[in-house]
């Protein structure tokens, strides 16, 4: 989680194994999806158990 504020930053890879695909582009563009609903996306993660991500929506009423 310490770089937590990064998760969402566009071209952000946070490892340096360039094995791994990716340009670092997808949570950047989900983030900016939830923003423009006027919601929140954050994530939550505990070393060697992964990462949860959560979205929260505004109820349309």
């Not at 946070?14 to 670092?24: I, R, W």
């Not at 929140?40 to 993660?45: E, F, L, N, P, V």
């Amino acid at each position: 989680m310490a770089q937590a504020p990064k998760l969402f930053g566009l071209f952000q890879r946070l490892h340096g194994d360039a094995s791994v695909p990716g340009l670092g582009i997808g949570l950047a563009i989900c983030a900016r999806i939830v923003e423009r609903h006027a919601g929140r996306i954050w994530a939550d993660s505990q070393p060697g158990a992964g990462a949860t991500f959560w979205i929260k929506l505004p109820n349309p009423r």
